[in-house]
């Protein structure tokens, strides 16, 4: 094997971190006279009478104020902005058909189940008098009232398919 010189190339050299060390000392001192300089003609600029300074504390408070004073009335026009997107989504599923479906058919619903209450209340009054004759009319109505029940439920699925199909358009 034939031997190179680019080891002394390859070698780390073990005072290199110390050389990076200084030269970013070297920056940070050259930025902190930078600085300072710049302090200085800052400082020469400021007023340092009493009056003054309240004047300048008041001025920042005030562009503070006014800041915030921007931030919540954006936050209030955002607020506003999804309570009127909220309120027209409402409104379409209320005019849907489906959701009129199952209004009425909710409605027809309590109407049964008052009929086949008071159904019930007469079939328990003559019960005493005649127990078959009487029965009868109040079976027939519970069973009325338990198909109503389950076309309310199919017209509450549909509506609730319907609305969900809105959201978020």
């Known amino acids: 094997m034939a031997k190179t010189n680019s080891t002394k190339s390859n070698k780390v050299d073990p005072i290199r971190p110390f050389y990076a060390a200084v030269g970013t ?6 930025a902190a006279r930078t600085g300072i300089s710049e302090a200085q003609v800052r400082l020469a600029k400021v007023d340092f009478a009493p009056k003054a300074i309240p004047a300048q504390v008041e001025a ?3 562009d503070a104020v006014a800041e915030l ?3 919540v009335d954006d936050l ?3 607020y506003v902005d999804l309570a009127a997107r909220g309120r027209t989504l409402v ?3 209320r005019r849907q058909q489906a959701t009129q479906d199952l209004e009425a058919a909710a409605k027809n619903t309590t109407s049964r189940a008052k009929a086949t209450t008071t159904q019930t209340k007469k079939a328990a009054n003559q019960a005493v008098k005649s127990t078959a004759k009487s029965a009868a009319p109040a079976k027939s ?3 009325a009232t338990g198909t109503s029940a389950k076309k309310t439920a199919t017209a509450a699925k549909r509506a609730t398919t319907a609305a969900a199909a809105k959201t978020g358009a």
């Open 69 to 71: 004073g921007e931030t």
């Open 60 to 62: 920042l408070v005030n």
């Open 76 to 78: 209030n026009k955002q």
């Open 91 to 93: 409104n379409r599923i």
């Open 25 to 30: 000392v070297d920056i940070a001192v050259a």
């Open 141 to 143: 109505s519970a069973k």
